[in-house]
């Protein structure tokens, strides 16, 4: 009787620790990313409310305070968290990548995901237009990353699907998005998509969905787009407007990124290159003149001014797109932490204004719509992502055939200025590996 109970339990344990490995690790994962996800954005909007504050108690502020904490974020990301620079996309591409993951200790330590954290607060606290979106991707893949700790013979696929599991929970966290973070795993981060990963990618995106639902409410990112009037006869001129004018305007600002020698004057070059701090204080000094010039609405990642416009609750100038992505190359320059998915889809919502006051008779909420997911694939170059983002994030499921027509034409025309911005961006972190 003894040896029947006992070879019970061991059946029975068996059976928990099969579970364990198969399940239980990966919803452990998917949770922390949740949660962690949710108490960023979180510390992220703290941050942004104590800059409004001091910017609005002294307009001239940010002109000794952009500069300053610019220089710093460069200083601690270069001295104390290398792999922690930009928007941590390129960094996840990189390691999905190489064959034997050898860049995940040094691009998805914990080390590189608390300097994500506390330096890209810092640079908006400092005013910079920078978003946490792409952060969180890179937060999301380093805590997958150190799930692998728990199992015990991990092999470089199952890390590389731990990865892209929450790398791709990541987004979807952070945008309340989940189709979204499906296929950003799916067009962004892998370029294929093996039947194995799929399971591992949803079910981490589910439980992380989860957690941002229990603390965040169910919600979308930009509220319910409203359109009144017949938009039928209008919507063809809107999509080619829309899809021309921000491919241009994303292509400009991935040319303006990844062509810096041929813009950037010779001496900004040499101090870029030599004194990275100092070029930080110039490149935070450009922000703050152009945000007090524009009356403090380049500051920050734009969710509000996007929003506003959306609902009808804001004016912008017609500068503001041109403000702000003169802003946004002046934030990613230095190498500060940060991402640029919010900025992104904030200066297509400028866009949209734009056209708007030259064409008059087109909705202005449809304009906005389509030229946010116009100039975020332009920029990303994955129009199916992008459109994915906009439609879940203003719920704008009846324009679904117009935001992906203008998705692909910003996307093309982006194209014939600069590669795939991200993919670019990711040749230095192979190039240090090889």
Known sequence: MTALFSRLIH?????????????????????VTGLIAVLYARLID???????????????????LTPTLSALAVYLT??????????????????LEDETAGRAPQLLSLRVMVG?????????????????????VQIGAVLMYYMRRWFPRPSVMMEKRLILAGAAAGLAAAFNTPLAGIVFAIEELSRSFEQRASGVVITTIVFAGVVALGMNGNYTYFGILRMSGDISRSIVIAVL?????????????????????RWIPAPLRH??????????????????????????????????EANGLLSGTAQLSGW????????MVGSYLPGIPGGIFAPSLSIGAGLGNLLHMLSGDISLPLLIALAMVGYLAAVTQSPITAFVIVMEMIDGHALVISLMATALIASQISRLFAPPLYDALAERYRRAQA
């Open 11 to 31: 059946k029975n344990l068996r059976h928990i620790r099969r579970f364990w490995l198969h399940y239980g690790i990966l919803w452990v994962g998917a949770i």
């Open 116 to 136: 994500k954290i506390v330096l890209s607060t810092l640079g908006v606290v400092g005013g910079l237009t920078i978003g946490r979106e792409g952060p969180t």
């Open 271 to 304: 101090l870029r290159a030599n004194r990275p701090v100092v070029f930080a204080a110039l490149c935070g000094l450009l922000v703050a003149v152009i945000g007090v010039i524009a009356g403090g609405v380049t500051f920050g990642s734009g969710y509000a």
């Open 78 to 95: 270069r001295r104390f968290f290398p792999g922690a620079e930009g928007s941590g996309i390129p960094q996840v591409i990189a390691v």
């Open 46 to 64: 703290a941050g942004f409310h104590l800059f409004r504050w001091m910017q609005s108690s002294y307009f001239w502020l940010p002109l000794l």
């Open 241 to 261: 407007a829309a899809g021309v004018v921000s491919g241009i305007a994303g292509g400009i600002f991935c040319w303006l990124l990844l062509n810096t020698h």
């Open 320 to 327: 503001y797109p041109l403000l702000k992505m003169a802003s």
